[in-house]
């Protein structure tokens, strides 16, 4: 498989059914997780908004970073791709220009944060810009966003559907000024709103209307990368942000690692027994993963930091728990599978907004456990599990990188279990399927690098 320099175009067809590996023992294993796919596309985003070129290190390379970099060429960003350091491809040098280049198509694939973010851009580029995406994605929430974006003088022609495609018609700038949203459908609202705040005419005062903001980590990373550019992003009081116009540095940027996508990794070792470490954990981080570390401690693992790796060790067994997600609903897949294998019921609430992610992940988590004999039950805004003996079968990935890592976890307990499509995970790590299997053959062999995966 070759890693360095990687696109969807030049990654093997892992599309189609995989069988799940059992584990057949306690584990053992140190894994390298790729970048991060939040933190990746929203330094894209800003590199191409700077004033001057960026240098993006240990970057994701997968089909949402790859989505994110044909949209930001489609607008006339030059990006290139350089050798680097890291296990997993290139490093991503990015030229900005200005203003952004219109008459063009920008088609988000199921990428949330393309067609959220871009859609903030439209209005620097001179030229009409159509956004679009995959078929499956276009059910996904727009139109607290096209609102928004309205609110602040972008010129948006979207044939009544408040809905994708749209057209956004450019005019080289865009005015800014004080504008609510309710982003209670998604976080990725109000980050794409800041994150092309600073090349407003005036800026931007954005206030939340909704009951509840769901991933609240997401936008603390927005801000930080904004605030590691040099725009400092005022907070008057919760739910309510002021941008200030003005320039955007260029720097060079270390990507962390994906430490939601390390999730399924540190899960296995409470599943199989045993231990997994996941090396370049960060001290401090504003991605949701980095929840993790309690989360799986009130689950009953051992979870230790040193050495800048992360360690989870099997306690006695799986705990039930009752958990809010509402920060971390990314997460609330793997947490499922630990809960469908727990030593009693489990509740996870503060997720009604996963329901519009690649999926409705509520009810696809639901039917999928239901199908492998489990139990499981839809709640207006969570789920409720009760582990119950589960047998082999398809588990349907529907489309949803995460909905295929939950079947892999399950099944390293039970035999049987197929799922019909890991190609998905491609979305955001399209090595999980070797880096998984190398987690399962060698203890040492989970940390793969780029060079041992083009040799396999």
Do not use: C
Request: glycine share 14%.
């Amino acid at each position: 498989m070759t890693v360095h320099g990687y696109s969807p175009s030049t990654a093997p067809d892992a599309r189609g059914p995989w069988r799940a590996p059992v584990a057949d023992g306690p584990l053992h294993a140190s894994v390298t997780v790729p970048g991060s796919k939040s933190l990746t596309n929203r330094e894209l985003v800003l590199s191409a908004l700077a004033e001057s070129p960026s240098r993006l290190t240990s970057p994701l390379h997968s089909d949402d970073s790859a989505r994110m970099i044909d949209a930001l060429r489609a607008l006339g960003v030059g990006i290139e791709l350089e050798p680097g350091a890291g296990s997993f491809g290139d490093d991503i040098v990015v030229t900005p220009t200005w203003p952004l280049r219109g008459d063009t198509v920008v088609d988000g694939g199921q990428a949330g944060t393309v067609m959220r973010f871009v859609a903030g851009l439209g209005g620097f580029a001179r030229g009409d810009v159509t956004v679009t995406a995959h078929e499956s994605a276009l059910h996904r929430p727009m139109g607290a966003m096209i609102t928004a974006l309205r609110d602040v003088g972008v010129d948006i022609d979207d044939g009544g559907r408040w809905a994708l495609p749209f057209i956004v018609r450019g005019h080289g700038h865009t005015r800014g000024g004080e504008v609510t949203i309710d982003a209670s459908a998604s976080s990725q609202f109000v980050s794409g709103l800041l994150l092309a705040a600073p090349r407003f005419d005036v800026g931007l005062h954005l206030h939340h209307s909704g009951e509840r903001l769901p991933s609240i980590p997401h936008i603390d990373m927005t801000v930080e990368s904004l605030a590691h550019r040099g725009v400092h992003v005022e907070r008057p009081a919760p739910g309510e942000w002021i941008v200030p116009a003005g320039p955007v540095r260029g720097k060079e940027v270390a990507i962390e690692p994906d430490l939601s996508n390390a999730a399924p990794f540190l899960a296995a070792a409470m599943i199989a027994g045993g231990s997994v470490s996941v090396s370049g954990w960060p001290a401090h981080s504003t991605q949701p993963g980095a929840m993790l570390t309690d989360i799986l401690a009130f689950m009953g693992a051992k979870v230790v930091r040193r050495g800048g790796a992360l360690t989870v060790t099997a306690g006695a067994g799986i705990q039930g728990i009752d958990l809010d997600l509402s920060a971390a609903g990314e997460l609330t897949p793997t947490v499922f599978a630990l809960a469908a294998f727990a030593d009693g019921p489990s509740t996870l609430h503060g997720i009604g907004h996963i329901r519009g992610h690649e999926t409705d992940r509520i009810a696809a988590l639901v039917g999928e456990l239901r199908g492998l004999g489990g139990e499981a039950h839809e709640l207006p805004d969570g789920i409720r599990i009760v582990p119950r003996p589960l047998t082999g079968g398809t588990w349907h990935a529907h489309h949803d990188h995460r909905m295929a890592t939950t079947g892999a976890i399950i099944g390293l307990a039970v035999p049987g279990v197929e799922v019909d499509d890991i190609g998905t995970t491609a979305k955001t790590m399209p090595e999980f399927p070797q880096l998984w299997q190398a987690m399962l053959d060698d203890g040492t062999a989970g940390a793969l690098s780029a060079e041992t995966m083009q040799a396999s």
